[in-house]
């Protein structure tokens, strides 16, 4: 599946979700990730996540789809971190 994560979280917390979602998904701009993981890697981050997070205090949003061809994605602007295909 294909997923698309959108954080805010107290900035204490910050550098510590970034490097643990770094580790999982592509960094695409400011507190937004994507990428391809199966099932249980999603679980994987879910749980980790909610070990560094505060869910008193903290927001992170997940969006699903069977895979990217099911996203529309426009960028307007700069794109941040461009994501290259390595085998192309």
Known sequence: ????????????????VLK???KHLNWIQNSVFEGEVTEA?????K???KKI????QD????????NQ???????????KNPITNLLD
């Open 1 to 16: 599946m294909y997923v698309l994560i959108v954080y805010d979280v107290e900035e204490k917390r910050v550098a510590k």
């Open 20 to 22: 643990f979602l770094r």
């Open 41 to 45: 890697q999603l679980m994987e981050i």
């Open 47 to 49: 749980m980790g996540l």
């Open 53 to 56: 997070t505060n869910k008193e």
């Open 59 to 66: 927001s992170i949003i997940i969006f699903k789809a069977r």
């Open 69 to 79: 061809k099911w996203l529309n994605k426009e960028i307007m602007g700069k794109e």
